[in-house]
């Protein structure tokens, strides 16, 4: 239904401005909030489109820049446990792009990498305490957090995802269950020989929402107030268990 | 049908959670053991988070031991002075356990100590069950066996003595302090209520009747866990109220069928599956630790002190 909207809509915005030298791209999602409630599973979103003549479209997704640790295991007699770690300030908690074409073949690396489209170009800032780091070490564990990223769902790269149709296109990209909350930035590029001539951002929100808001909340905002409500409800149910398997 | 829970921040089927609530309820109905050694384990095996998984359970330990003690209280089983005693070394360990336990998390090994705790305690106590109960089917070919009337322990001489009627006993309050203590750190650090310490301790540490064991060790396990609860959600956020609600769903109604089945089964042979099952978790958990890992690296989202 949303879909066959989305086409109607900007159908009808490209019939009235054939022409249109200001804007090249015009892109909408089919949802600009994501509320996590109980029965969330994670989410697809529909990004739809179009553009004024045969051309590319890149679309980078990325989430909220999160602090994290990096650690690797060694073998210490015995057992693998984790020995080094290393922190990086800002690291995006999700990312995901999809083209129309492999990424190769619509851009070269300088455009890509100004652009971020691919993880090989994302930029990890380090915490000031592991600034020493360089080199093959700092590659090792700038890969593992793409590989785990990955393994989650929480990175990926869909090549020739994004489908036209005559000059509509559209594409859908997915959130899983472990998609963080936050402010996330949908930015759709539109490129011609490898060039970037119009670009679109738009803000995508993720948010507990309901239940889910309400305990997650008490527990980082009240946490003494949640840790008595829990004790609570475990002697209530506890006691309703003992009274109610008495009877029968 | 998916949940998804607020604080382990997973989603999963709500029916495996009643599941494994049930299935290991039915196990601590049959053997008449609280069933957070197993729990657990097996949230952790399904992907929930190590610490959330120990601070939800030890929140559903509460709910199971009030459900437990109610019995023992009615059937006058339960020395309170004694339990309050254990409580006093339980708060004071459970507390300490919860500090060290935001710290472990902070440098990052809480999942390598939570591992290899449960993997000393459910290869000691599994391999003593297996061994014992063997024992006993052994000796019960033969024929019985003698117990003395009244041994002396060596707590006997220790200062701070206190005479504890239920318990029949008049003895030093240092050691149950000890052992209340020490088994509130490991609730802290494992999400067990720490029956399987605390039962043995009380007959061959303390010389406490067995009638009034179990009863006092449920009485103490209340306060420790809910303890453990409080500073856990304090200190990490790790309670998950959703899980556990969920869990002691299923633990309640897994718990009464385990209990009608335990009177159709032989004692020490129902002692010997326990301990194979036992086993059979801490296996699991030695071949993670000791194999090489698919990945040498892992991430976490960084925690503020």
Redesign the interface.
Known sequence: MIRAFAFLLVAGLTAAAPHALAQSLVADMSESSIS???????KEILLFGAVDGPSDVVVVVQGPR??????????IS?????RR?V?FQSVPAYYAVASSRPLEDIAPGTVRAQYRMGGAFLDFAL?ADTRHLAGEELL??RE??L???R?ESLYFEAENSVLFRERLFRTSIVFP??A?EGDYTVTTYLLRNGVVVDEQSTPLQIR?AG???T??DL??QR??L??????L???A???L??A??RRT | ????F??A???LNIFLVLGMGGGVGFLSGLFGVGGGFLMTPLLIFIGVPPAVAVATEA??I??????GV??HWRRNNVDIKMGLILVVGGFVGSTAGSFLFKLLREI??I??VIS?SFVLFLGVVGSLMVVESVRLIMRSRKGGYRKKAHQHYWAHGLPFKMRFHKSKLYISVIPPLLVGFFVGVLAAIMGVGGGFIMIPAMIYLLGMPTSVVVGTSLFQI?FVT?NV??????NT?T?D??L??LL?AGA?IGA?FGARVSGMLRGEQLRALLGVIVLAVCAKLVVD?????S????????IAE
């Open positions: 996590i409630t109980s029965n969330f599973t994670g999160e602090e994290l640790v990096v650690r690797r295991k060694a073998k015995g057992i693998w446990m984790n770690s922190t915490a090792q564990f593992a957090i590989r785990n990223k393994r269950a472990s963080p507990k239940i889910e808001r305990i997650f527990a980082n946490p003494a949640y840790g008595i409500i829990a004790v409800i475990a002697l149910s506890g006691w268990a003992a109610l398997f | 049908m998916q949940i998804y607020p604080i921040e997973i989603s929140n559903q509460v709910a199971a031991s009030v459900s109610i019995a990052g090994q999942d390598l290899l209340i809910a609860t409080f500073f856990h959600s304090i956020q309670v109220v959703v556990a609600v002691l309640v009464q630790l000791v194999f090489e890992p990945d040498l690296f892992s991430i976490g989202r960084a």
